[in-house]
T-cell receptor, first 115, second 116 residues
């Protein structure tokens, strides 16, 4: 039990549509990260938010965007969905202060299928 | 460039056998952290261990043990007397102090199947 919850668990979208994935972190965890995990691969860092501002981004196009809210919840938005966006999207949170040795706690993820 | 390699894609063992999962990493940082996570079919990544680059002591936790060797840039994970419940995908990951986002860089994972 990591205290990180994600919704929805599974969803199917059509190419070109937009999707919003949601995450609720543990109280006190002011850093939230999102990872994309394609089938058979390791998770890839999308971006990170700290105190509601983006604080690092991986190699993902601008159509991947996010928001972090004061109540420890966050969103991942993906516009103009492509077939290759089909993946497990993992939300992760960690406590303040953020440092490389923090244990990062993951949710169970949202499985997105784009058809 | 930073990189984590898990060369074993899939390993199948019979229950009670010992099994070692290999992890090799690349980094230019002198200070970094290494992690192992377990991912059962539900998808959630379960934290197993964190190690910093200055601590090369091996660690044992029950049936799990970890061998960190800086000279070979390896951080291997051994499960002793494996059980069916150990079946999962295991990921090794790296986090660098020099990276302001402290993101985790994952390997491609090793799927472990423990047969009864």
């Amino acid at each position: 039990e990591t205290g990180v919850t994600q919704s929805p668990t599974h969803l199917i979208k059509t190419r070109g549509q937009q999707v919003t994935l949601r995450c609720s972190s543990q109280s006190g965890h002011n850093t939230v990260s999102w990872y994309q995990q394609a089938l058979g691969q390791g998770p890839q860092f999308i971006f990170q938010y700290y105190r509601e501002e983006e604080n690092g981004r991986g190699n993902f196009p601008p159509r991947f965007s996010g928001l972090q809210f004061p109540n420890y919840s966050s969103e991942l938005n993906v516009n103009a969905l492509e077939l290759d966006d089909s993946a497990l999207y993992l939300c992760a949170s960690s406590p303040v202060p953020q440092w490389a040795g923090n244990t990062i706690y993951f949710g169970e993820g949202s499985w997105l299928t784009v058809v | 460039a930073q990189k984590v390699t898990q060369a074993q894609t899939e390993i199948s063992v019979v229950e009670k056998e010992d099994v070692t999962l290999d992890c090799v990493y690349e980094t230019r940082d002198t200070t970094y952290y290494l992690f192992w996570y377990k991912q059962p079919p539900s998808g959630e990544l379960v934290f197993l261990i964190r190690r910093n680059s200055f601590d090369e002591q091996n660690e044992i936790s029950g049936r799990y043990s970890w061998n960190f060797q800086k000279s070979t840039s390896s951080f291997n994970f051994t499960i002793t007397a494996s059980q069916v419940v150990d079946s999962a995908v295991y990921f090794c990951a790296l986090s660098e102090v020099g990276d302001s986002s402290y993101k985790l860089i994952f390997g491609s994972g090793t799927r472990l199947l423990v047969r009864p």
